[in-house]
């Protein structure tokens, strides 16, 4: 049956309401501006830099690689595919193969992490929507592989693993295994996430068909990653601009033409599944062998300007590093996907009601520190 | 009227008061412990042993708190609007027949008198959200407003199929017309009705509703409305409300029992009536705690399209249904 | 895989050929340009305007110079063949007293990426806007605008996005002075 | 009509799903660790600010070569140290770490050539105030647990 929505009844007294800067919804610290008509947001203006650090001026006065901390900080829940953009930048500019055994490491732990970030935001998500035991059934989940990550790397969220050439330090002793079981273990809850979550109609009715953002939208704003997959274009960039290891491993690319809030929630779920695959195929695969290639201890990257993009959790990430062969960058330049993904809400959020307003903004999967850096 | 009969009203209403305070205290406790539970964490377990003080620490705190009044908020609604929570509450629990002697006062029309009592918080929710001046508690009162209304009358269809059913308002008597086994109970009346099962999943749905519980808590709406009507409210004014939601969620669960479930009446025939009366109204407790920390909560307008467009309807069919039966049975 | 389908690398190289055309006639405007250097000695090896380059190498496919005023009929073509928008920014150089702005568009189903440049006077930084053909360059523009101090003429909402209201100075310009933060010494 | 039908019913029965799914939760055990009577053992690599480690006779191995003073993103580190006679390498005098600075990435640690500095797995820090994280003073950290260890 269809539950058409209520309709606005047109320009009346209108009143704004200030959603954020400290708000349940907007997942940190991001202010709103709403011009409210009743129940419907007629007009939406985002206050963003609350958390603004300058990092790329960070990255203009120190060395090449004492910037690698700062990459974690940009996203924190997948430090790990920041920290890749950026050292996979200067390996492109100063031409450091690296090892194979490293490559992989850096895909198990970036597929570790984007399911770790995929997590956090189903749980923030279902606490968008008001149900609050699904966050901590993530957090269960999460906290595993955050356990994994810890013990090989040393931090919880902001790694700074990865190294220009490689990594910091080879496997741990129990990394592997535990990721086998992980792996294993987390199968059977991504089925119970769905029964519990995916197909509860009261979910079903709050986000299906709910914020449409169709692919020209998306491209208008450059908008990626799940938002783009939600609205049926195959667009990945571990696909389109195949980096690392990823191109001789098989996974698939999970597309929804619906560009609804549903659609970009399906393709999330189905890319944890994808992501399980590459991590069995890659701790199938994984090579012997040292995991740091010969870098010189001075950085120095020849003159020009090269970019290197990595599928973050949250869409395209990517780093544009001009060099002009000192030791120190010229310019660091962070593409953030939230940044792009956020800037289409104060068009698509217009005539909606609140609540699908902040069912849709929680669809983007926002954090605040990437769209501020 | 006897001598006796007003030592015994007071010593009523002290009972009813102290377990309405106590009750609600104790349901915030086994709220977090349940909502530990279905979340798999401890809950509360620091304050006394399992955390059992923790209600009283809570209320201490609460009561400690300084009673603030937002700048421009019409300052008697404001105080007034949990004032107003409050006594229709513990009225209701006067008319609730906890056993066959166990009740305050018997009305023959205890049923309207409780309905009468239970909407009464609306108004209360309603001038809190609006006098406080805040934006998410206009929006809240608004949403609470016609949530209410919504609500109202498929719960009220529902109770008429039951009526007519037991064929008397009074609340000890309809309990009285379950007597015997535990098919006699209205749940399974469905000589009279087949539909009775449906019937009272709407009663459960909408009791629900009116109690402002998820997932139909429009008015609380934390991740969009931060506390909606009750935003403002700090110390014990906030600490009103919440007894109150807990004093209705009881109430409604116990007009289940008394409507659906046999009252006090006893499944299988050990225990006084009493004890079977509390079994079944914790038991409908725990199922509310359960739902609230299982579902999402709807969407606003899906909120009202359920009642308008499937819970009314139904509730209507039920009813022409046992119209029917009642009839030709 | 292949990185650019053949087909639309032709597009590419019919369409920017079509600038690279315009390009040594002097342009109306803007002194203190590159080719007005280039005009007075014949450069050695000058970058093609518009060359094919190495994904792997570089991580971009296409790399096109164009005139400042050349923006906005470059994003237009750009948007007519279906690419979005990536990043726009700038570079400073100040030794050029020029900044250099970067547009980065990229293709949704091909995954090709382009990269369209140009350099304005660090004097009179002004570009036109982008944000009527791609809403949005809106943010990117707001961005650049604030740390870099360069005017993008016909912005619809030219306010700070990142930084305060009041932040006076443009932080990525190589000048940059930070203002000593009495409440960050200890 | 039968879409409705089917809608509500359909409905209805992912809910009790739902339902069944919490219940099960319901009864298992608890995931959480109670902190603050039970924790957690901090992993091999665990990151918390740098300790020194010593040599057999107690002293610091650090030679004071500022290599890590210089690799740090964040300026956090001040080393200072003395020639003493007979001795062939520098001795550290002060090794100053700025924790409200410190970011943990690790680069002093690698950097080091006598693997003077590790991180430490000390996790539950708290201060009262920020004077407490400002400055870490190594050289007296150490001298502590030399103590302790005497005892």
């Given amino acids: 049956m269809e539950l058409h929505p209520v309709q606005s009844t047109g320009p009346q007294e209108t009143f704004v309401l200030n959603l954020g800067p400290q708000h349940p919804a907007t997942h940190g610290v991001l202010r709103v501006k709403l011009t409210m008509d009743g129940e419907f947001i007629n007009d939406a203006v985002i206050v963003a830099g609350y958390v603004h650090r300058e990092h790329e001026k960070m990255g203009e006065n120190r060395p090449w690689d004492q910037f690698l901390p700062n990459t974690g900080r940009i996203d924190y829940l997948s430090a790990m595919m920041y920290t890749h953009a950026y050292v996979g930048a200067i390996e492109r500019a100063c031409g450091i193969e690296v090892p194979p055994r490293a490559e992989y490491v850096r895909v198990i732990t970036s597929e570790l992490n984007r399911i770790a970030s995929h997590l956090v935001w189903w749980g923030a998500y279902l606490l968008d929507l008001g149900g609050m035991t699904p966050l901590l059934y993530a957090f269960d989940d999460r906290e595993k592989i955050l356990d994994l990550l810890e013990a090989l790397t040393g931090a919880r969220l902001t790694y700074c693993y990865y190294r220009v050439g490689g990594l910091a330090e080879d496997l741990d002793d129990g990394f592997v295994e535990g990721t086998r079981e992980f792996v294993k273990e987390f199968r059977p809850r991504l089925k119970m996430f769905r029964r519990l979550v995916s197909e509860n109609i009261i979910f079903r009715k709050r986000v299906e068909g709910i914020g449409i953002i169709d692919a020209e939208m998306c491209r208008k704003y450059g908008a990626t990653g799940p938002m783009i997959r939600g609205a049926g274009i195959p667009n990945d960039v571990r696909r389109a601009e195949p980096y690392s290891v990823y191109p001789e491993l098989d996974f698939e690319i999970p597309v929804d033409p619906a560009a609804d809030s549903m659609a970009r929630y399906k393709v999330r779920m189905e890319e944890m599944e994808q992501s399980l695959r590459i991590i069995e195929q890659c701790l199938d695969r994984l090579p012997e062998g040292p995991v740091m290639a010969k870098v010189p201890r001075v950085l120095k990257p020849p003159e020009g300007d090269y970019c290197y993009a990595t599928e973050a959790a949250r869409g395209r990430f990517e780093v544009r590093i001009v060099s002009t062969g000192k030791p120190v960058a010229h310019r660091v330049r962070l593409r953030t996907p939230c940044f792009g993904n956020l800037s289409l809400f104060e068009e698509a959020a217009r005539g909606m009601m609140l609540a699908d307003g902040i069912a849709m903004m929680g669809s983007l999967d926002l954090v605040i520190p990437d769209i501020d850096r | ?329 | 895989m292949s990185r650019c389908p053949d087909n639309l690398l032709e597009r590419f190289q019919e369409l920017f050929p079509a600038m690279n055309m315009e390009k040594p006639a002097p342009s109306e405007e803007s002194a203190g340009e590159e080719d007005g250097a280039d005009a007075a000695v014949p450069p050695p090896p000058p970058p093609p305007p518009c060359r094919k380059t190495e994904h792997a190498k570089v991580g971009y496919d296409l790399d096109a110079i164009v005139e400042p005023h050349q923006i906005e009929e470059a994003a237009k073509l750009l948007d007519h063949e279906g690419f979005a928008i990536d990043m726009i920014t700038a570079v400073d150089w100040p030794d050029a007293e020029q900044f250099e702005l970067v547009y980065d568009f990229m293709h949704f189903q091909a995954g090709t990426r382009v990269c369209v440049r140009t350099r304005i006077p660090r004097d009179r930084p002004e570009i036109a806007t982008l944000a009527h053909i791609y809403p949005g360059a809106n943010w990117h523009e707001r961005e650049t605008a604030e740390f870099y101090g360069i005017q993008f003429t016909g912005h619809p909402n030219p306010i700070h996005l990142l930084l305060p209201e009041d932040f006076v100075g443009y932080p990525l310009r190589k000048d940059f002075k930070p203002q000593p933060d009495p409440l960050l010494e200890p | 009509m039968k879409n409705i039908f089917k809608e509500v019913v359909g409905g209805f029965y992912t809910l009790t799903v739902g339902m069944g799914i919490t219940l099960r939760e319901f009864f298992r055990k608890p995931v959480t660790v109670h902190y603050p009577r039970e924790s957690l053992k901090m992993p091999e690599r665990y990151r918390s600010h740098l300790i020194f480690t010593s040599n057999d006779d107690g002293s610091s191995k650090c030679i004071a070569c500022n290599l890590c003073v210089k690799a740090c993103p964040t300026d956090c580190i001040i080393v200072d140290g003395e020639k003493k006679e007979g001795e062939k390498k520098k001795s550290v005098t002060k090794y100053d770490l700025d924790f409200t600075r410190c970011s943990l990435c690790g680069a002093c640690v690698e950097v080091c050539p006598t693997d003077a500095i590790v991180f430490s797995k000390r996790y539950n820090l708290a201060a009262t105030d920020r004077q407490q994280f400002h400055i870490i003073d190594l050289c007296r950290d150490l001298e502590e647990r030399n103590k302790k260890k005497a005892q």
Wanted: charged share 10%; aromatic share 14%.
């Fill in chain 2, 1 to 329: 009227m006897t001598a006796a009969e007003p030592i015994r009203l007071l010593l009523f209403l002290v009972g009813v008061a102290t377990f309405v305070g106590l009750n609600a205290a104790y349901l915030v406790w086994v709220e977090r412990k349940g909502a530990g539970r279905f979340q798999r964490r401890a809950g509360p377990t620091e304050v006394g042993y399992a955390g059992l003080l923790q209600p009283i620490a809570d209320a201490g705190k609460l009561m400690s708190k300084q009673l603030i009044v937002p700048p421009g908020a019409d300052r008697v609604l404001f105080r007034l609007a949990p004032i107003m929570m409050m006594p229709p509450a513990i009225m209701a629990f006067a008319l609730l027949p906890f056993s066959e002697s166990l009740v305050g006062i018997d009305m023959n029309v205890g049923l309207i008198a409780l309905f009468a009592f239970s909407s009464f918080n609306v108004i209360a929710v309603m001038l809190a959200g609006w006098s406080s001046r805040n934006k998410y508690g206009i929006i809240s009162a608004a949403r609470v407003v016609s949530q209410n209304v919504a609500y109202e009358i498929p719960m009220m269809l529902v109770i008429i199929t039951v009526l007519m059913v037991s064929g008397t308002l009074s609340l000890t008597a309809i309990v009285d017309g379950q007597s015997g086994a535990f098919w006699n109970w209205n749940l399974f009346a469905l000589a009279s009705n087949p539909l009775m099962p449906v019937t009272f999943i709407i009663f459960f749905i909408c009791m629900l509703s009116e109690t402002n519980r998820a997932p139909f808590d429009m008015a609380e709406a934390e991740s969009e409305l931060v506390a909606g009507a009750y935003t403002e409210y700090a110390g014990m004014g906030f600490g009103v409300f919440f007894m109150a939601e807990y004093a209705n969620i009881v109430i409604g669960c116990a007009l289940a029992v008394v409507l659906f479930l046999g009252g006090w009446h006893s499944p299988v025939g050990v225990f006084p009536g009493v004890f079977w009366f509390l079994v079944k109204l914790y038991f409908m407790v725990f199922l509310v705690i359960w739902v609230r920390w299982t579902f999402p909560r709807t969407q606003f307008y899906g909120l009202l399209n359920l009642s308008w467009k499937i819970l009314i309807p139904i509730s209507i069919f039920t009813l022409l249904l046992s119209a029917v039966m009642i009839k030709l049975v």
